[in-house]
């Protein structure tokens, strides 16, 4: 099964609003990465998060963790209808060497 | 910096034809090395990983292969395709073995017809 789990798995939201999406994982971690991914092509590393971290901060980004509940969220302000794209976030645990990604989010940014 | 190359970017194979895409990096040395599958619109799924030459780490049961015959060349192979198989592959690589930021290439779309 998926180390981590986003939610909710599409949004639609209005340029300018906010898109909020959670990520929820099972076993411990080292950090947590955000990642982005336009339609066909490759990810790109947002944002990354340790485990020591509560909340980190990158332009209109906002990640934070609450390990307790192993869980993320990332926030993005101010929406643009670039934004539009797929965001999974990643885990590197604690026991191994590979990051784990989720089953993404989908974002719809309208103009 | 580092940068990834795979190649072919596309490639529609018959079932039963065997399969080959190849993975090289540049601007780097001893990286782990990632095979990830995409199903379309969903998730990545991790299918090997490689902390060093001839080392190679199986996620799932399928019938992939990979082999990393130079340190910077990682190769995802099959004998036989599947219509399984279809869907898109992404090579990655993370610099160290605390699992840092990891990058990817651009991807090979496989369909399997």
């Known amino acids: 099964s998926q180390q981590g789990e986003e939610d909710p798995q599409a949004l639609s939201i209005q340029e300018g609003e906010n898109a909020t999406m959670n990520c929820s994982y099972k076993t411990s971690i080292n950090n947590l990465q955000w990642y982005r991914q336009n339609s066909g092509r490759g990810l790109v590393h947002l944002i990354l998060?340790?485990?020591?971290?509560r909340e980190k901060h990158s332009g209109r980004l906002r990640v934070t963790l609450d390990t307790s509940k192993k869980s993320s969220s990332l926030l993005i302000t101010a929406s643009r209808a670039a934004d539009t794209a797929s965001y999974f976030c990643a885990t590197d645990e604690a026991a191994g060497n590979k990051l784990t990604f989720g089953g993404g989010t989908r974002v719809l940014v309208k103009p | 910096s580092q940068t990834i190359h795979q190649w072919p970017a596309t490639l529609v194979q018959p079932v039963g034809s065997p399969l080959s895409l190849e993975c090289t990096v540049e601007g780097t040395s001893n990286p782990n090395l990632y095979w990830y599958r995409q199903a379309a619109g969903r998730g990545l799924q991790l299918l090997f990983y490689s902390v060093g030459i001839g080392q190679i780490s199986s996620e799932v049961p399928q019938n992939l292969s990979a082999s990393r015959p130079q340190d910077r060349q990682f190769i995802l192979s099959s004998k036989k395709l599947l219509l399984s198989d279809s869907g898109f592959y992404l090579c990655?690589?993370?610099?160290?073995?605390?699992?840092?930021?990891?990058?990817f290439g651009e991807g090979s779309w496989l369909t399997v017809v």
């Open positions: 998060i340790r485990s020591n971290e």
């Open positions: 990655a690589l993370t610099l160290d073995n605390s699992g840092n930021t990891i990058y």
